[in-house]
């Protein structure tokens, strides 16, 4: 099992810049979550897929955050224009539907810093 | 909506000794799985142990073990012979075991614990 997979794991941009983070969620897994971590707010969840149906999106801040999800296997974080308030750390995660109560599962997220 | 307090931003135990961290949930549903994770410097966040609601049977890891106290709303983590390895922010998370909420994670702030040699 590779577990979840971002990419990249540091990004450094300019303000007004397109950002795109990366996720493979683990094989089977039906669930893909996004999560941004910050000192100030913690964690906070931004959108999560079920079957690559967005379910929930209340957490994306603004327009300018948009996600995809165009297979069980791939989905896509985008940011644009990117700002400094954007910078924090932003984790993908995918959970099985499979087991009850099963526990989420993170990568190793992506550092961001927009300057 | 379910909420879930760690009351303690930072604490600090000397290796080998036993640590517990405190966490408390609201919430008026009777089912729902807690979960603490570990999150170390390398940013990763690791699943340290789980517990079901309706079992009353506290869960233990090896030297992770967690209290819970269903009428208090309780779960705390237990850390026994802490080691420097165990040098992390810890995290409390609550999951609804209901459908109309199945998929919603309710994470607490965190506890960043340092372990002292």
């Known amino acids: 099992d590779a577990g979840v997979i971002q990419s990249p794991r540091h990004e450094v941009t300019e303000m007004g810049q397109e950002v795109t983070l990366r996720c493979k969620p683990i094989?089977?897994?039906?669930?893909l979550f996004w999560y941004r971590q910050t000192m100030m707010r913690g964690l906070e969840l931004l959108i999560y897929f079920n079957n690559n149906v967005p379910i929930d999106d209340s957490g994306m801040p603004e327009d300018r955050f948009s996600a995809k999800m165009p297979n069980a296997s791939f989905s896509t974080l985008k940011i644009q224009p990117s700002e400094p308030r954007d910078s924090a750390v932003y984790f993908c995660?995918?959970?099985?539907?499979?087991?009850?109560?099963?526990?989420?599962?993170f990568g190793n997220g992506t550092r961001l810093t927009v300057t | 909506a379910q909420t879930v307090t760690q009351s303690q931003p930072e604490m600090s135990v000397q290796e080998a000794e036993t640590v517990t961290l405190s966490c408390t949930y609201d919430t008026s549903e009777s089912d729902y799985y807690l979960f603490w994770y570990k999150q170390p410097p390398s940013r990763q966040m690791i699943l340290v142990i789980r517990?079901?609601?309706?079992?009353?049977q506290n869960a233990t890891e090896n030297r992770f073990s967690v209290n819970f106290q269903k009428a208090a709303k309780s779960f705390s983590l237990k850390i026994s012979d802490s080691q420097l390895g165990d040098a992390a922010m810890y995290f409390c998370a609550y999951r609804s075991a209901f459908s109309y909420n199945f998929n919603k994670f309710y994470f607490g702030s965190g506890t960043k614990l340092n372990v002292k040699p």
């Open positions: 094989s089977g897994h039906n669930s």
């Open positions: 517990q079901e609601a309706y079992k009353q």
């Open positions: 995660a995918s959970l099985t539907g499979d087991r009850v109560g099963s526990p989420l599962h």
